[in-house]
Every structure is written in structure tokens, then in C-alpha cells.
């Protein structure tokens, strides 16, 4: 690399840091993560702890603290990191900035390596922080001297894959046009997902074989080294109780002896190669490949299946309706016929497996995800706004909106509950209306609707894998009937989102 080209990286990478770091949500996204330490690492009065192995709480010293908020912060980037960083060429794009750029002298592999370097320097300034105030969280309520050396030791052992991992993925699903929206986010979230269970699966019962060598999470490794140094893989991270009858174990965190420091540097740059992909694919703000690229989105296996069911859907459009939130929910099927097809089969899945429920929520969530923000993104709020009341009244409005397609795509399982077992039937309905509110205020707080998509398939994934044994978590019934309690605990939080997003956008108003 000539001095030139690293000058021209250089700037791209301090642009986009200067850029993210200079919005208010990037600010309160550092603040919250950072101030999740504080609830990682509970005091052990509490009858809680950060980290146990076997029953037994791990003792709180610099090991122990770096390590298991290392890989807390690991997990944190990998599941959300993404989703802060997968907008790095399109805001570009719709600032016309890229359009300057692409004028200059600057190569097409200077910007995706600008970018992706960009992507690893904003991750790490957050994981950076994160571990500082874990630093403060160990002098607070640990019960040895703080090592810095040996805290920070764990971070670099643990984090350095998940940050190159993620900087990459996000570039590499930027460039590729039917990767670059809603389905690639979903996408990934699953794909994440399956990586992390199948890889730390693999190795936390004794194998692994090569796939130790994509380990982008780290929790493989962490699962290799608790069965190898402590004889069991019964081992928890995060807030979780103890017990007390059992003395405290003391660990000296995680260490690269043996080949274990070739898996954790392939795993680092194993990602790397990834990025000749998104070069290969990358449109250098062409304005004749982006249109291309547009139309051949619209030509792309998404269109053509809102295009085969464009038939059914027109009816439903055509529907003649009153009110402003019918209408809107109605935008809903006209702009994605598909949603058709995502009725049928809902409702005969519905039909066919009673246990389909779960399944059924993440597609509607899928949906509706974007109703709250499509006009903001779209530059349409203007228009709407001129309309009698609804801008006073556009959280109630996108509220209703959101809550009717997601009845109309859900109906037939709420009509099997209500015959089969109408005791489960109001916890479904808060259920559903906790969903279609969730939607709404962290799609109108955000902007878009990355917000909801991630926040609430992790929680459905959490969920899901509880399978009913957390009884709180259970927010429509999938497993059981909930109680009193828990229904109104959903929907007490509905109505807490809802006025958090009026305060919002009232803000907005006022500005």
C-alpha cells in the first residue's frame, strides 16, 4: 500500500467515525451498552453473579470480570453490531457523497477496505468502552486488585474475531443488492444464529475438527476451555443465581496454550476474503449500475414473487375501506403482495401444527416491521402531515395500521384459539398488540426498521429456546396459558413504548 492509498483509507475510515459518532443515537447506543455492566455484574448480595460453573459462582476477580463481560460484549456485537454498521455505503448513497467519490481518484477496493476498517474502528471505540466501565465494575464489587493487563487480555482474545467478522459481513451484504434490505437482515440473524450454535456446539462437547477455525464468536472456545480446565460444560454467563452453599471458584480467564492461539488468529482472519465479494459485486456509485441494480431488484426473486401474487393481491388492495389506519394497512398488502402468500400459509400452518405459533409471529413480525418508518424513509411524512390530524395523531395511526395486518395475517390462529382453548385467547391478543406496538415505537424513535427486526427476534429467539420454562417470557401463550400477571406485564410495557414514541415524536413536531 502506497502512501496515497493509505491516505485515502485513512480519510474514509475518519470520515465515517466522525460521522456516526457525531449522532445522538450513536452516542445513547455507546451509553446503553456501557451501562449494561452495571447489570452483568451484580453485587453477590444479591444472591446473583455474573458467572457460575457448575452451581458454583466464579470469584470476582480480573479473570473472571474480563472474561465474562468480554464475551457478553461479544455476543452484543455479534447480534447487534451488524445492524448499527449495515448502512455504511447507503448512507453514502442517498447523501450523494459516494457520487464525489467515486469522481476522485479513489479505488473501488480503497473504499470497501476504508468502510469495512471503518466498521472495525467503530466497533472496537464500542467495545472499548464497554470494557472500561467493566474495569470500574470490578474495583466497585470485585474481591481481588484489579490486573489491567490481564483484563484487557481476555478482550483480546475474545473479541477481535467477532468485530472482523461482523465489519465484513455488513460490507459484503451492502454490496449485494437483494442482501442490502429487510430479508438480509433477517438473514443474517438467523445465519449468526446457526454459526454460533453449531460451531460452539461442536466444540463444547469435545470436537469441533475444523470448524474450531471459525469460531467468530469465541463461545466454542470458551466452552473447549471450561471443559478442559474444570471438567464440565455446565457454565453460565450474565445475571444468574447461585449457590451459596458452594465455595466460590476461582479462574485464572482464558489463555492461548497450546494450538489454541492458531484457532483464535485463523478465526479472526478467516472473514477477510469475504470482502473480494463484496468488491466483485460493489456498484462504485455508478449511477448506470445503480439503476441497474434497481430494476434488476425488481426483477429479483422478492418481485417476482410480489409480482405472482399481485392477482390476489389487488381485491384486498381494491377493498373499499374508511379511515386513515385501514387504508394504510391495506399500502400494506398493495406494496407487498406477498403478504398474501404469507396469509395462506399462516393460516394453514395454523391449521395443519398447532405448535406453528411461534413461527407464525416472527413472519408477522417480519411485516409489519417497517410500517411506522416506510413514510420517514420515503420522504412522504410531508404529504401525510398535511392531512386532518394525522400528524397529532400518527403514533395511534401506524399503531392501528400495524395491529390490523398483523389480526388479518394471524386471524386464523386466533379463531382456532378462541374455539380450541379461549381461556389462552386474551394472552394471544396482548400478545399480538404488544408486537404491532413494538413495532411502532422503536420503528417511529428509530427510523427504520432494522430497530424492531433485531430487537424483537432476539427476543423471540430467547423465547423460543426457553420453550415455556421462564414463565415471563411466554408473552402470547406459545407454550402454555400465562398468567394475570404476565399478560399485563406485556401489556403495561406496550403502553410504556407507545407513550416513550409519542414524547418522540411530538419532540419532532416541536422542532
Known sequence: MNRQTGSRVAAIVRADFLIRFRRASTVIVFLLLSGFAYVWVPATSTGRTLMQIHGARVLYNSAAIGMGTSMLASIFIGLFGFYVVSNAVRRDVDSRCGYVMASTNMGTSEYIVGKFLGNV?????????????SMAMQVVRGEAPLEPLLFMKQYAIATPSTI?????VAIVFESIPFLSGRIGDVLYFFFYCASLGIVASSMEHGGGGVLRYFDFS???YLFEQTRHNFHTTSMSIGSSTFSRAMAPVTIAGLNLGGGAWATRLVSTIAPLPLLLIGLLFFHRFDPARLRAAGAKGKRGWMRNFNALARPFGRPIAAI???GAALKDAMMTFASTPF?????VGISIA?????????????IVAIFIADVASRDRRAGTTGLIYAA????????????LSSAIVAMLLLIAPVLQIAFAHPIRLPALLIGIAFV?????????ISGNPKTFIVGFLTFWYVVVNDKGQTPAFDFAGFFSTPTMRVTAMYAAIAIVLLATAEVVHRARLRA
Open 218 to 220: 469465541g463461545f466454542g
Open 339 to 343: 403478504t398474501i402468500f404469507a396469509l
Open 320 to 322: 373499499p375501506v374508511r
Open 388 to 399: 386532518p390530524r394525522l400528524r397529532e395523531r400518527f403514533v395511534t395511526w401506524k399503531l
Open 121 to 133: 474502528v467503530f466497533l472496537s471505540t464500542f467495545v472499548f468502552g464497554f470494557m472500561l466501565v
Open 164 to 168: 472482523v467478522f461482523v465489519s465484513v
Open 436 to 444: 404491532a406496538a413494538s413495532a411502532t415505537a422503536l420503528g417511529i
Open 350 to 362: 395454523s391449521l395443519a401444527a398447532s405448535d406453528s405459533l411461534p413461527i407464525t409471529f416472527a
